[in-house]
């Protein structure tokens, strides 16, 4: 500030700040608030139905008109639903088929992007091109040799059939060379001349680096195993062995679809992705963002 501006703010006859922009409307900040709260509701108001739906009576689901509040409010579907279906076994597959396919999607996702990463061998960009290719075909375009696969292998029914073909994650390799190629080539040159292998300069210098990509593709690649139905769909038939996206289908009886007992297995079943999304908020919207930059 100069020596005469200060005379000036000291005397108060400094130019006066013109402030009745401040009181005009901020038209496009308002139509774009309105925009996204009836972009927001039309989102939410499904699962607003599912939960309302799942708590009223069997007669009163398909009331004309339709009742938008659960009055007479009832959990006799949630009870119905844990004690007469297979919902708890359903929960365990769930479960224990997506913390294997997380633990070993990013265990041999990480490791091979290391390889093709930080490694010199014969083939390395043929095995990447093969890669990108397999990247770019649809997952159902491989159902039935994967389904002939899993039946030669006895695998139908099995918690290997429902596993092993979701092991198969072409994207996690390529996010995971991106941000591994963004190590200094200096701490790996370092690591070798300090007699390091490639084992410990994997999990001891590249992963504390990268843990943050990693809790994010960890924690997308177990929602993904969670909410998967086609496939399991396709290999299961027995109902112990269905995880709960296809146990949803079997929760009817003689007279057709329950429908507010099926809406109680819905939101429970998506209850552990609400929490795990919640609980990692910032590391979900990591690992989808890089997903959706390599995809874009």
Known sequence: MSQATAQEVLRGTAPQVDTRRRGRPNVPGIVGTIFTLIMAAVWIFPLY????????RENDVLANPPNWLPIPLTFNAYSAVLTE????????NSVLTGVIITFVVVLLCMMCAYAISQLSFPGKNLLFWTLLAGFMIPGQALTVPQFILMNDLNAVNTYAGIILPQLIAPAVIIIYKQFFDAVPGELHDAAVIDGAGEG???????LPINWGITWALAIVTFIGAWNAFFWPFIITSSESMMTIP???????????????????????????????YLAFQNRVTEGIMATAGLKG
Do not use: H
Not at 49 to 56: E, P, R
């Open 49 to 56: 139905w599912a939960v309302v739906t799942s708590l009223k």
């Open 85 to 92: 279906s297979g919902l708890l076994r359903w929960y365990w």
């Open 200 to 206: 410990r300069i994997l999990f001891n210098i590249f």
């Open 246 to 276: 296809v146990g949803i289908t079997q929760v009817n009886d003689a007279f057709g679809v329950q429908y507010a007992r099926t809406m109680a297995v819905a939101v429970l079943a998506g209850l552990p992705v609400v929490v795990a």
